[in-house]
């Protein structure tokens, strides 16, 4: 019917509201009259290719995906060329005996560092730089930006990370949340931006991209660009719920360093709204997160207009299968440098408490803990939803202690304002999703309390590494129920690798629930199942099925 449509015929059925051909009723939806007078569905003025036209040509999709990299190579010909290595190595790092590198290595936080290049022969991996000096020694402006802020030494990430990035290969690093990654992936990217051969004025772009998840980190890292300013280079950062026409103006005025998330710089990209194509240096920040907030399809497509020759880096605080992925996909023949191990461990600055609870007495216990603040305190409330955090915010409102809030439904710039506040201490006290779980630097947060358990033991890492930042002590208080009792084998790995206690409340949950689930794969329920509770059958309330484990 629908071939005999297009192509005019009438000789099978009527039209308008009448019998097909097997005496089936249907609507036409052009006017009868028109169809009887033209023979088509189509109206006389509606312009029609000639009949004699010739076919448009098929296209050999095979013959692309043979020749795939022949056309890369046409699509990147013209590209200026790139320079990576900016390492010159001071002497007294060359001076260091092989078993002197391993000893530094292993008494700074146990630092690993491994070649993954799968072709020809293993490179030699660069020594650390135990001092700023012996890695920035021939950058006086990177050691002028160093000295005004005030540190002392690097971080262990940084000390091997910068050498091998100012070497000129990929990187992969792996370090616990609060570890100085940002600094250790930036000051090599204003050097690489400087010593390429074409000039900063002929570049029709910017020369480093920052991909990172959300925008309270991607503000976090732009407002640390600014802090090491560098050569007078000109960072912008582009995220989704800001102005969207503001960002796009100061992209088309000319910038160096876009710090993105990736969902707004593919809308940017799409539209021809910014050009990609001169970046030589990416980094993709918090690559797990990413991951889990599902933006692999985005960042996959903002590759696609980023020279392949790039030098690349990706920064994680865990190691999971999709990240090895990943770094397969994105990265060539990378190092790998990663402190502690790549098992996921909470840092060992922060003193972990478990209170293993029942629902309806979290809000007492979280109201117990305020009142005990002390006037120095500073303390991150999580919650696992938008609502009980609204609902908890207004609470403490009501009893006139004053409290922030922060989730991905409140506006970008109350978002901000809340930030704002806590990091200078005109509140003492965020409630906040696991939005703030992830790159939120604020040195002087004491406490993290844990009011609803996270969906994940990674998300809990990354929580408790809120707190006991930049050489602090912290502390975070966990509030269990029941219903997280899944959790609790692998909450125990994590306490016992940072050398905490583990409460025997805790070890008989876990106890319970590895039994139960040997019971659960040995006999499956009839019914609808469930995970976070006790038997599952037969649609009774949730009361009852909890009932076959209790404390």
Same mark, same amino acid.
């Given at each position: 019917?629908?071939?005999?449509?297009?192509?005019?015929?009438?000789?099978?059925?009527?039209?308008?509201?009448?019998?097909?051909?097997?005496?089936?009723?249907?609507?036409?939806?052009?006017?009868?009259?028109?169809?009887?007078?033209?023979?088509?569905?189509? =109206?006389?003025?509606?312009?029609?290719?000639?009949?004699?036209?010739?076919?448009?040509?098929?296209?050999?999709?095979?013959?692309?995906?043979?020749?795939?990299?022949?056309?890369?190579?046409?699509?990147?010909?013209?590209?200026?060329?790139?320079?990576?290595?900016?390492?010159?190595?001071?002497?007294?790092?060359?001076?260091?005996?092989?078993?002197?590198?391993?000893?530094?290595?292993?008494?700074?936080?146990?630092?690993?560092?491994?070649?993954?290049?799968?072709?020809?022969?293993?490179?030699?991996?660069?020594?650390?730089?135990?001092?700023?000096?012996?890695?920035?020694?021939?950058?006086?402006?990177?050691?002028?930006?160093?000295?005004?802020?005030?540190?002392?030494?690097?971080?262990?990430?940084?000390?091997?990370?910068?050498?091998?990035? &100012?070497?000129?290969?990929?990187?992969?690093?792996?370090?616990?949340?609060?570890?100085?990654?940002?600094?250790?992936?930036?000051?090599?990217?204003?050097?690489? &931006? !400087?010593?390429?051969?074409?000039?900063?004025?002929?570049?029709?772009?910017?020369?480093?991209?920052?991909?990172?998840?959300?925008?309270?980190?991607?503000?976090?890292?732009?407002?640390?660009?600014?802090?090491?300013?560098?050569?007078?280079?000109?960072?912008?950062?582009?995220?989704?719920?800001?102005?969207?026409?503001?960002?796009?103006?100061?992209?088309?005025?000319?910038?160096?360093?876009?710090?993105?998330?990736?969902?707004?710089?593919?809308?940017?990209?799409?539209?021809?709204?910014?050009?990609?194509?001169?970046?030589?240096?990416?980094?993709?920040?918090?690559?797990?997160?990413?991951?889990?907030?599902?933006?692999?399809?985005?960042?996959?497509?903002?590759?696609?207009?980023?020279?392949?020759?790039?030098?690349?880096?990706?920064?994680?605080?865990?190691?999971?299968?999709?990240?090895?992925?990943?770094?397969?996909?994105?990265?060539?023949?990378?190092?790998?440098?990663?402190? @502690?191990?790549?098992?996921?461990?909470?840092?060992?600055?922060?003193?972990?408490?478990?209170?293993?609870?029942?629902?309806?007495?979290?809000?007492?216990?979280?109201? !117990?803990?305020?009142?005990?603040?002390?006037?120095?305190?500073?303390?991150?409330?999580?919650?696992?939803?938008?609502?009980?955090?609204?609902?908890?915010?207004?609470?403490?409102?009501?009893?006139?202690?004053?409290?922030?809030?922060? #989730?991905?439904?409140?506006?970008?710039?109350?978002?901000?304002?809340?930030?704002?506040?806590?990091?200078?201490?005109?509140?003492?006290?965020?409630?906040?999703?696991?939005?703030?779980?992830?790159?939120?630097?604020?040195?002087?947060?004491? #406490?993290?309390?844990?009011? !609803?358990?996270?969906?994940?033991?990674?998300?809990?890492?990354?929580?408790?590494?809120?707190?006991?930042?930049?050489?602090?002590?912290?502390?975070?208080?966990?509030?269990?129920?029941?219903?997280?009792?899944? &959790?609790?084998?692998?909450?125990?790995?994590?306490?016992?690798? =940072?050398?905490?206690?583990?409460?025997?409340?805790?070890?008989? &949950?876990?106890?319970?629930?590895?039994?139960?689930?040997?019971?659960?794969?040995?006999?499956?329920?009839?019914?609808?199942?469930?995970?976070?509770?006790?038997?599952? @059958?037969?649609?009774?309330?949730?009361? !009852?099925?909890?009932?076959?484990?209790?404390?």
């Amino acid at each position: 019917m629908i071939e005999d449509l297009v192509s005019g015929g009438t000789s099978q059925f009527s039209y308008g509201r009448g019998q097909c051909s097997d005496g089936e009723r249907f609507r036409g939806g052009a006017d009868k009259g028109a169809m009887s007078r033209n023979g088509s569905v189509w =109206a006389k003025d509606v312009p029609r290719a000639p009949s004699d036209a010739p076919a448009p040509p098929s296209i050999d999709w095979n013959d692309i995906r043979q020749n795939r990299k022949k056309y890369e190579e046409l699509k990147w010909k013209d590209l200026p060329p790139l320079k990576k290595n900016f390492y010159t190595e001071a002497a007294s790092v060359s001076r260091l005996t092989p078993e002197e590198v391993v000893e530094w290595r292993k008494e700074n936080n146990n630092i690993f560092v491994d070649d993954l290049k799968e072709d020809g022969e293993k490179r030699s991996i660069p020594r650390p730089c135990r001092t700023f000096l012996e890695a920035f020694s021939a950058y006086p402006e990177i050691m002028e930006n160093i000295e005004r802020v005030g540190f002392v030494k690097p971080t262990p990430i940084q000390s091997q990370a910068w050498p091998v990035l &100012m070497s000129g290969d990929d990187l992969i690093a792996i370090a616990q949340t609060g570890t100085g990654k940002t600094l250790a992936y930036l000051l090599p990217g204003f050097i690489h &931006m !400087d010593g390429q051969p074409v000039r900063r004025d002929e570049r029709d772009g910017p020369g480093m991209l920052v991909l990172t998840p959300t925008r309270e980190l991607a503000l976090q890292i732009e407002a640390e660009c600014s802090k090491y300013s560098y050569k007078g280079y000109k960072s912008i950062c582009i995220y989704g719920g800001g102005d969207r026409r503001g960002q796009i103006n100061l992209v088309k005025s000319g910038v160096d360093i876009v710090i993105a998330t990736p969902g707004r710089l593919h809308d940017l990209q799409m539209n021809e709204l910014i050009n990609l194509r001169s970046i030589t240096y990416l980094v993709l920040d918090e690559a797990d997160r990413m991951l889990d907030m599902g933006f692999e399809p985005q960042i996959l497509k903002i590759l696609l207009d980023i020279r392949p020759d790039r030098q690349t880096v990706m920064t994680s605080a865990t190691w999971p299968t999709g990240v090895r992925r990943l770094s397969k996909s994105y990265l060539k023949n990378p190092m790998m440098v990663y402190v @502690g191990t790549l098992d996921l461990a909470a840092v060992n600055t922060v003193q972990q408490s478990l209170l293993i609870v029942q629902e309806e007495e979290k809000k007492m216990y979280v109201y !117990d803990f305020i009142r005990n603040m002390k006037p120095q305190d500073k303390v991150l409330v999580f919650v696992g939803k938008k609502i009980v955090a609204d609902d908890l915010t207004s609470d403490l409102c009501l009893q006139g202690i004053a409290v922030q809030c922060l #989730h991905g439904d409140r506006e970008q710039s109350v978002r901000e304002e809340a930030l704002s506040d806590f990091k200078e201490s005109r509140v003492r006290i965020l409630v906040a999703t696991d939005l703030a779980s992830r790159g939120l630097d604020v040195h002087d947060i004491t #406490h993290v309390f844990n009011y !609803d358990f996270p969906r994940n033991i990674e998300e809990y890492v990354h929580r408790v590494g809120r707190t006991g930042r930049a050489g602090r002590s912290g502390a975070a208080i966990t509030l269990l129920t029941r219903d997280n009792w899944r &959790m609790a084998p692998e909450l125990i790995s994590i306490l016992e690798r =940072a050398g905490q206690d583990v409460p025997e409340e805790l070890v008989l &949950m876990a106890e319970r629930y590895e039994k139960h689930k040997k019971e659960r794969e040995m006999c499956p329920p009839r019914g609808r199942g469930w995970e976070g509770g006790g038997g599952g @059958g037969g649609g009774r309330g949730g009361r !009852d099925r909890g009932q076959s484990w209790r404390y």
